[in-house]
């Protein structure tokens, strides 16, 4: 049984992580990528050597994915808030938001209108949850979804497709942030 680990411990290795993640831009480096650093960081005695101290060694790349890399991508966009309404040319003061949602990011607004957001390699969530969201409304408006671009769509004929599926869910707005 492994002990607990340590707050000031997890902190540390979470402000390392989370650092080096800044740095490379994470959201948009490739998955190949991704499994080359959670294999770096479990090596990594500062990191994985001393996370295995608290948890059993082949615990450690998976404690790393998803309990620190996950809040972290989630965190990201939560502070994306004011570059969505621009993707859609809204004004904050139009967006009096009365609900938020988590996995994806969304809001629901005063006026029923019901806007999501997040990674492209994302996308069907983020499209259906706007639409299954509205949908469960009594006046709600499958608004807008907004992409932010880790380099999964950024063919032409993929966005093409992606935006066909949105209009055939009904949304009024489907942007990119790139």
Aim: net charge positive.
């Amino acid at each position: 049984m492994s002990a607990a680990l340590p707050t000031d411990i997890r902190d540390r290795i979470r402000q390392k992580i989370w650092a080096k993640a800044d740095e490379l831009d994470w959201p948009r480096i490739s998955d190949l990528e991704r499994t080359a650093w959670y294999e770096n960081w479990t090596k990594d005695k500062d990191v994985g050597g001393v996370l295995s101290h608290f948890m059993d060694a082949r615990k450690v790349r998976v404690y790393i994915k998803d309990s620190l890399l996950k809040p972290y991508l989630r965190s990201r966009l939560q502070d994306d808030w004011d570059r969505v309404l621009l993707a859609i040319n809204m004004e904050a003061r139009e967006a009096l938001v009365k609900k938020s949602y988590d996995k994806p990011h969304g809001r629901q607004l005063l006026d029923g209108k019901v806007i999501c957001w997040g990674n492209s390699r994302e996308w069907k969530s983020i499209l259906i949850s706007v639409f299954e969201r509205a949908y469960q409304l009594e006046s709600g408006q499958p608004h807008a979804a907004v992409l932010v671009e880790t380099g999964k769509t950024t063919n032409a004929g993929t966005r093409e497709m992606i935006l066909d599926a949105s209009q055939k869910l009904g949304l009024r707005h489907l942007a990119w942030i790139d």
